[in-house]
């Protein structure tokens, strides 16, 4: 089993920066991505960011040049750095793993960003 722990969320003003980070434990697969998802209230989750096996990343557009994700490999552990934060960026924040071979995804708990005007 895999376990995802995030961590790193808090209240911010607008035009600050948190760094999220999501450590995962256990018997953790070959990965095909690890990526962030959030979800606003009264809104479907959204796919925020993703970093393949590779190392390539991508973004949702919402997000582009102002958040990074990373990686470090030895821990396990999955980084998005948040720049210039919007109001509109306030969300719980969710990390996902998904499996190489069986596809299986799997999230963590969550981490609430609230971003202040």
């Known amino acids: 089993q895999v376990q995802l722990v995030e961590s790193g969320g808090g209240l911010v003003q607008a035009g600050g920066s948190l760094r999220l980070s999501c450590a995962a434990s256990g018997t953790i697969p070959i990965t095909q991505s690890r990526a962030w998802y959030r979800q606003a209230p009264g809104r479907q989750r959204e796919l925020v960011a993703t970093?393949?096996?590779?190392?390539?990343?991508n973004y949702a557009d919402a997000v582009k040049g102002r958040f990074t994700i990373s990686r470090d490999n030895a821990e396990n552990t999955v980084y998005l750095q948040m720049n210039s934060l919007k109001p509109e960026d306030t969300a719980v924040y969710y990390c996902n793993l998904k499996a190489f071979w069986s596809g299986r995804e799997y999230w963590g708990q969550g981490t609430q960003v609230t971003v202040s005007s």
């Open positions: 970093i393949i096996s590779g190392g390539s990343t």
